[in-house]
């Protein structure tokens, strides 16, 4: 018995042990929290702070990746919104100090410091949004008056399917609640196979023009921007095998010459990444696998994305155009680009 009793207390103190551990060293037991919303699907829970694998996250009110902001933006200060998924929120092996929207802080603050008194840029992202998220997110909270607003996507968000909160609470990935243990959320979210959620999967297989509705979405982001003083710059990183040989396949290259034609149409701004990836000897150092940015990538997307905010700034201090001129930049998009899109996917 004394055995028995002895070799119980051992396992218990070693579980305590890990407990702790998992707890301190790796953030386990504390995930970031999740909340459904019915137009945006999904959003991270506000008012975070968490710490994984040594990288601090902070969640503020709004569901952004950013400290607190008062919603009206003050006269002297340089407002930059950024949406987009897990490319721009950095996820948990990025550090808050060196996610996109802080580096492209830095970076702008470093040039007009001398023309305004701070510059905000506001991270309104989570992981595998697309441009309906994004669209419904400013439907939502608006546009915080940032001057510009920067659509950042990846190839696949082109395809990306319709909001829905089916994940939140179900999804390992997309928690609702925190777990009693640490070790419990090892065990769920890395050694027991998840269960296919049979709902998800039907919205995985939406039919449709996909692109279309997409870019329809993007329409609709620029439409909802006041008529003056306000940008939208459009941004779009590759898949990593898309940069290697053979490139992008037929249906992505297709979707890619929509987006392009879209964008001149609507005059809007476009920083297509994959032809500057493919310039560097050894692409695959900018990412950490085949979607995500290495620390080094990013610092090359967020100086690019810098300094096209720069120009666009440069040009609004230039000259300004009417609501009448903005508005007839959509009156002359021939009508069948739009076709077999939606005009409102929440009507």
């Given at each position: 018995m004394k055995i028995v009793f002895f070799l119980l207390v051992v396992i218990l103190i070693d579980g305590v042990l890990l407990e702790i551990g998992l707890r301190v060293f790796f953030g386990f037991g504390d995930p970031l929290l999740y909340v459904a919303d019915q137009q945006i699907g999904y959003r991270l829970a506000p008012n975070q702070r968490v710490r994984r694998f040594g990288n601090r996250i902070q969640i503020n009110h709004y569901s952004?990746?950013?400290?607190?902001?008062?919603?009206?933006?003050?006269?002297?200060?340089?407002?930059?919104?950024?949406?987009?998924?897990?490319?721009?929120?950095?996820?948990?092996?990025?550090?808050?100090?060196?996610?996109?929207?802080?580096?492209?802080?830095?970076?702008?603050?470093?040039?007009?410091?001398?023309?305004?008194?701070?510059?905000?840029?506001?991270?309104?992202?989570?992981?595998?949004?697309?441009?309906?998220?994004?669209?419904?997110?400013?439907?939502?909270?608006?546009?915080?008056?940032?001057?510009?607003?920067?659509?950042?996507?990846?190839?696949?968000?082109?395809?990306?399917?319709?909001?829905?909160?089916?994940?939140?609470?179900?999804?390992?990935?997309?928690?609702?609640?925190k777990p009693m243990l640490a070790i419990t959320e090892v065990l769920t979210r890395y050694l027991i196979k998840p269960k296919p959620i049979p709902e998800l999967e039907a919205v995985k297989n939406e039919s449709g023009d996909r692109v279309g509705i997409n870019l329809e979405a993007i329409r609709q982001i620029k439409k909802n921007l006041p008529a003056t003083n306000h940008h939208l710059l459009v941004a779009m990183t590759p898949l990593l095998r898309e940069v290697r040989t053979p490139g992008p396949r037929d249906y992505e290259l297709a979707a890619r010459r929509r987006l392009t034609e879209f964008t001149q149409l609507a005059?809007?701004?476009?920083?297509?990444?994959?032809?500057?990836?493919?310039?560097?000897?050894?692409?695959?150092?900018?990412?950490?696998?085949?979607?995500?940015?290495?620390?080094?990538?990013?610092?090359?997307?967020?100086?690019?994305?810098?300094g096209k905010i720069e120009q666009l700034l440069t040009n609004m201090n230039q000259a300004k155009t009417s609501t009448r001129n903005e508005m007839s930049n959509y009156e002359n998009v021939p009508a069948d680009l739009w076709k077999d899109v939606i005009e409102d996917p929440w009507k």
């Open positions: 952004m990746r950013s400290a607190d902001i008062p919603i009206e933006r003050p006269e002297q200060i340089l407002r930059v919104l950024l949406l987009g998924d897990s490319i721009a929120n950095g996820g948990w092996w990025t550090d808050q100090s060196e996610i996109l929207s802080e580096l492209i802080s830095r970076k702008l603050t470093a040039q007009f410091i001398h023309d305004y008194e701070r510059v905000e840029v506001l991270n309104a992202s989570a992981n595998s949004w697309g441009p309906r998220n994004e669209l419904a997110y400013l439907m939502r909270f608006g546009n915080f008056n940032a001057q510009i607003v920067v659509l950042l996507i990846n190839t696949d968000d082109l395809f990306a399917t319709a909001p829905t909160s089916i994940q939140v609470g179900r999804d390992r990935s997309y928690p609702n609640r005059q809007i701004p476009y920083l297509n990444f994959l032809p500057l990836f493919k310039r560097f000897d050894q692409p695959e150092d900018l990412y950490r696998d085949h979607i995500h940015l290495s620390p080094e990538g990013n610092l090359f997307v967020s100086d690019l994305i810098s």
